[in-house]
DNA sequence: GCCAGGATCGTCT
DNA sequence: GACGATCCTGGCG
């Protein structure tokens, strides 16, 4: 995984990294779930602007932009797009690969699906908070890794995102087609 | 298993 | 002063 990677359009980073590893301390997870987010569109932070929440969307591609929602969930995102371009891809789902006891204590004892299928559960799941906001996932205390196969392993379907109430038309969530982990839209 | 409602706080208007 | 890129709990069947 390199700079190159992340610096593409916004769109591609996130189909690509479906099936990577996300891994903090001793946890990982392989990624089945994303969505992306695209200064040009009002959904994203980045909209208005470089206020001091969104300037971490401006930065190095391959920063982590983490950030607080509703008042306790902490979000993890992956900047994308050549620095000075707000853009990031928001990490939403993972199926657990690494770490399962840990993580399954950090989430209050629950297990399998309930574990990472959703962006506040997979933060708490790893261990990931605001400390992390700004740090590199290339060579951060948290990473994405490509996986060690070469082809694809999983089918990837594009869908509207969720939990949004602007520029809900774009269908700019992926994931994995025929897999558990994902999280659910709550309809 | 399903649904309704509350928690909770940083950020921008 | 209002609003979220959400999750958990409790009530009911």
Same mark, same amino acid.
């Given at each position: 995984m390199n700079e190159e990677f992340f610096a593409r359009p916004v769109l591609e980073v996130a189909r690509g990294l479906i099936g990577c590893t996300l891994s903090h301390q001793d946890a990982a997870g392989v990624i089945v779930e994303t969505e992306?987010? *695209?200064?040009?569109?009002? =959904?994203? *932070? %980045?909209? #208005?602007?470089?206020?001091? !929440? =969104? /300037?971490? @969307?401006?930065?190095?591609?391959?920063?982590? &932009?983490? &950030?607080?929602?509703?008042? %306790? *969930?902490?979000l993890i995102n992956a900047v994308a797009e050549p620095e000075g371009v707000g853009a990031a891809v928001l990490i939403r789902a993972l199926v657990p690969a690494a770490g399962v006891v840990g993580m399954s204590e950090r989430r209050g004892g629950r297990s399998g699906r309930e574990l990472c299928s959703g962006p506040g559960k997979l933060t708490q799941a790893l261990g990931i908070g605001l400390g992390l906001n700004g740090s590199s996932l290339l060579d951060g205390p =948290? #990473?994405?890794? /490509?996986? /060690?196969?070469? /082809? !694809?392993?999983? #089918?990837?379907? %594009?869908?509207? !995102?969720?939990?949004?109430?602007? %520029?809900?038309? @774009?269908?700019? !969530?992926? *994931?994995?087609?025929?897999?558990?982990h994902v999280s659910r839209p709550r309809s």
């Open positions: 992306a987010y *695209h200064q040009s569109e009002p =959904a994203c *932070h %980045a909209f #208005r602007g470089k206020t001091p !929440r =969104a /300037e971490m @969307l401006f930065a190095a591609p391959g920063t982590a &932009y983490v &950030y607080f929602s509703y008042g %306790a *969930h902490a =948290a #990473r994405i890794a /490509e996986p /060690e196969v070469s /082809e !694809r392993p999983y #089918r990837i379907v %594009a869908t509207p !995102r969720i939990g949004i109430s602007a %520029a809900t038309e @774009l269908p700019w !969530r992926f *994931h994995a087609a025929d897999v558990e």
